[in-house]
């Protein structure tokens, strides 16, 4: 079904027809219902769905007002028994990142908790308020990087006083990811740990 949809509905609100969400949701009313779209020829963004049993005849219509993706870049972290730290990724999202953990923890066997952490730029010159992440006590004091050889880098913020950390990166080597300098808002104090970035490949 394609037609020119009323002036009421065209807003100005982002929508983005490759959203995860509503392509999922696509397949999954096809398969009960028929399925018509109505597209604004204008820029051929989706606005409104009729969805029909097939067996009625009933029918509803929605309105496709606005979108949000989960694009922001996270990686894994993984603490081993001994809490040794090690990071996966990047991933394009934090559902992404939380979704790799089963998979991790089935291709190794010394992994006692995972956490996502959301990646910062090394050009980030500040880390905002909400770049620190919680986690529990006993590891935030002992957590410790792990010597392994990794194809990239992470710089690993640790607070341990707070119980906090964030993440920096990718950096290309150890070596870079060391030298990254803190932003003059982090506490000298909080520990600048080097932190073994694998790709989901490396653990396939």
């Known amino acids: 079904m394609k037609t020119e949809t009323p002036n009421v509905l065209d807003t100005q609100h982002h929508f983005d027809p490759d959203n995860r969400a509503y392509t999922r949701f696509l397949t999954v009313a096809s398969e009960h219902f028929d399925v018509g779209q109505w597209i604004r020829d204008a820029d051929q963004r989706p606005v409104m769905m009729t969805m029909t049993d097939v067996a009625s005849g009933d029918?509803?219509?929605?309105a496709l007002m606005d979108s949000v993706e989960d694009t922001s870049t996270h990686v894994l972290t993984a603490f081993d028994l001994d809490?040794?730290?090690?990071?996966h990724g990047p991933f394009g999202g934090e559902n992404a990142a939380v979704?790799?953990?089963?998979?991790?923890?089935?291709?190794?066997?010394?992994?006692?908790?995972?956490r996502s952490l959301r990646l910062h730029s090394p050009d980030v010159t500040a880390l905002p308020a909400d770049?620190?992440?919680?986690?529990?006590?006993?590891?935030?004091?002992?957590?410790?990087?792990?010597l392994v050889d990794a194809p990239a880098a992470i710089a690993v913020l640790f607070d341990r006083?707070?119980?906090?950390?964030?993440?920096?990166?990718?950096?290309?080597?150890?070596?870079?990811?060391?030298?990254?300098?803190?932003?003059?808002?982090?506490?000298?104090?909080v520990a600048h740990l080097v932190v073994a970035l694998f790709t989901a490949q490396d653990n396939a």
Request: glycine residues 2%.
């Open 131 to 146: 770049a620190w992440t919680a986690m529990p006590p006993e590891i935030a004091e002992a957590a410790y990087p792990a």
């Open 99 to 114: 979704s790799y953990a089963p998979h991790l923890v089935m291709a190794r066997g010394d992994i006692a908790a995972t």
């Open 83 to 87: 809490c040794q730290i090690t990071a």
């Open 161 to 189: 006083q707070r119980h906090l950390f964030c993440a920096v990166g990718p950096f290309p080597a150890d070596a870079s990811a060391a030298d990254w300098p803190l932003p003059t808002d982090v506490d000298p104090q």
């Open 59 to 62: 029918s509803f219509t929605v």
